[in-house]
Nanobody, 115 residues
Framework: QVQLVESGGELVQPGGSLTLSCAAA????????MGWYRQTPGKQRNFVAA???????SYEDSVKGRFTISRDNDKNTLYLQMTSLNPEDTAVYYC?????????WGQGTQVTVSS
């Protein structure tokens, strides 16, 4: 059974930094494409960043240069390092993957950027 558990979300001031974690079970983060998405109330869930099996990364335009997606195969954990945070980054952040033709989400972690 695939399980994704996010953590690390909290209240942070504008300009601050935060690292989110996604602990995976039932899959290996090193041999599955993984991604981060975010959602604000009343809006659709949007793509933030992804990493493929080869380690190649991609980012939504507004986070390029500020966010970095990475993984630790030994810890079987996906990360999202976020810097220069602004109020527009406030959202629930979800990690996600596909496995055996099914899409899996974690439960999400709240990031609030506010002074």
């Amino acid at each position: 059974q695939v399980q994704l558990v996010e953590s690390g979300g909290e209240l942070v001031q504008p300009g601050g930094s935060l690292t989110l974690s996604c602990a995976a079970a039932g899959i290996s983060v090193g041999i599955n494409a993984m991604g981060w998405y975010r959602q604000t109330p009343g809006k659709q869930r949007n793509f933030v960043a992804a990493i493929n099996i080869a380690g190649e990364t991609s980012y939504e335009d507004s986070v390029k240069g500020r966010f970095t997606i990475s993984r630790d195969n030994d810890k079987n954990t996906l990360y999202l390092q976020m810097t220069s945070l602004n109020p527009e980054d406030t959202a629930v952040y979800y990690c996600a993957t596909t496995y055996q033709r099914r899409f899996y989400w974690g439960q999400g972690t709240q990031v609030t950027v506010s002074s």
